[in-house]
């Protein structure tokens, strides 16, 4: 039997086949090919609507969709909602703080780390002449120009305050704070402290006449119980006991109209660096030394003397044997009998410094903040039986700031203290 017209057959009927299913295929193709055209063309138009909506800063009702761009615009529309409440709470913060700062006395200025002035309240005008909107984005260097604010703010660490003249007024004294917060910006706050100073100037001076007052009768009655105590007659035998004791409080008094004085002057005059000059030390410190070895003989203590005399610093010689000399006094005063004093002058990349260090009764940690006020006493009665005035520590304070150093005071009650100036390298010669 012939095969072939059976597979004729065969192959024509797959000819067939295959071009009916090329043919549907091909249908099939061009539909799909639509119908993705379709879909894509229906995302375009709502991404498109969408972007205009989000142009137009989404202030109205978001566009109607179906589907995934029915919940696509409900999310952006509760996004949009969530950010507008954020802003609402921050607009009202801001302001709140806006109105609280303007009414306040004291200028404020908001700056970035660099110094540029982003926003001042009313007083920063009345006190610092900033003007709106010309002084916005300055940098606040360009406009206060003192000296001692540059330098005080280039120093980019404020753990203090400083005192200047205001810019627009010589006789006006304000006080600025430069507070860091938040991600490098910067809060500058002057307040106008006149009145104070005013005040402190009143005090000052009502110390400094009393004082000069005092001088002469205290000198006179110290004079005049000399000459009895040196009479040698029946009179000043039998009046011994209470003519010292007149002496020894007039000494006392003497003594605390000294500190007065000393520290009125302080006080009152201005540093001026221009006047400094080169102080050795060596020599300064061996006086003291010698001068502290006879004071302390009655009491056997045993002192040390470590210095550097290479090492000087320029300063006012008086101020600092004032200083120094006060330092060792109070070690002195508060060691008891046979206990140990080390005195030490060093330099170092830090800078000078001059330590004192004792093995005396110790100061309890609530004390040390308060030690360098004057007449302030951890133990007052204590501290009038050894003789001091109470204004120590005072003189010692000024005398440091006069020189750009610091007073660094370490104690544990019952074991001693340490008393330390540490001078800037600046101030080394």
């Known amino acids: 039997m012939n095969p072939w017209p059976g597979e004729i057959i065969r192959t024509t009927l797959i000819l067939l086949a295959a071009l009916a299913g090329g043919w549907l295929a091909g249908h099939i193709l061009a539909f799909m090919l639509l119908a993705v055209a379709a879909l894509l063309g229906w995302h375009l138009l709502h991404l498109r609507r969408l972007e205009l909506w989000l142009r137009k800063g989404a ?28 802003k609402r709470r921050l607009a009202s913060v801001i302001s709140r703080f806006r109105e609280s700062t303007a009414a306040l006395p004291d200028a404020t200025i908001v700056m970035s780390a660099t ?5 001042f309240n ?9 003007r709106s909107p010309q002084d916005v984005g300055q940098r606040i260097n360009n406009l206060l120009r003192h000296p001692r604010f540059t330098r005080y703010f280039s120093h980019g660490h404020y ?12 006789q006006q004294t304000l006080t600025l704070t430069i507070i860091p917060y938040g991600q490098d910006q910067r809060l500058l706050v002057a307040r106008d402290v006149t009145r104070i100073k005013h005040l402190e100037q009143m005090r000052s001076d009502f110390i400094a006449n009393v004082s000069h007052e005092l001088r002469t009768p205290l000198t006179v009655v110290g004079g005049y119980l000399e000459t009895l105590l040196d009479a040698g007659d029946e009179c ?30 302080l006080e009152t005059e201005h540093e001026n660096a221009a006047q400094h000059q080169p102080v050795s030390i060596g020599p300064l410190l061996n006086n ?23 090492c000087s610093v320029m300063g006012d010689e008086k101020e600092l044997y004032s200083a120094f000399s006060n330092l060792i006094s109070n070690a002195i005063r508060y060691t008891p009998e046979g206990g140990r ?9 830090q800078g000078g410094h001059f330590e004192v260090s004792d093995t005396g009764i110790g100061i309890p940690p609530q004390h040390i ?45 019952g074991k001693g203290s340490t008393f330390r100036c540490d001078f800037p390298p600046q101030a080394l010669c």
């Open 59 to 86: 202030r109205h009702e978001p566009p109607q969709g179906r589907g995934v761009w029915g919940e696509v615009y409900y999310h952006f529309y509760r996004l949009r909602e969530r950010a507008n409440r954020r």
């Open 115 to 119: 110094g540029e002035i982003e926003w």
């Open 122 to 130: 009313e007083a920063a005008r009345s006190l610092l002449g900033l």
């Open 159 to 170: 753990p203090d305050s400083i005192e200047l003249p205001s810019p627009i007024d010589d």
């Open 236 to 265: 000043a035998a039998q009046w011994q006991r209470p003519l010292e004791l007149m002496k020894q409080h007039n000494l006392r008094m003497q003594h605390l109209v000294e500190d007065l004085l000393l520290l009125s002057r």
């Open 288 to 310: 003291l030394y010698h001068s502290a070895q006879t004071l302390s003989a009655p009491l056997g203590h045993d002192i040390h003397l470590d210095m550097d005399p290479e």
């Open 341 to 349: 004093i080390d005195i030490r002058w060093y330099c170092d990349a």
């Open 369 to 413: 903040g308060r030690l360098t006020e004057r007449f302030y006493r951890v133990d007052a009665g204590r501290s009038r039986e050894s003789g001091g005035t109470g204004l120590g520590l005072a003189i010692v304070k000024h005398v440091l700031e006069r020189h750009q150093a610091h007073l660094h005071i370490s104690s544990q009650p």
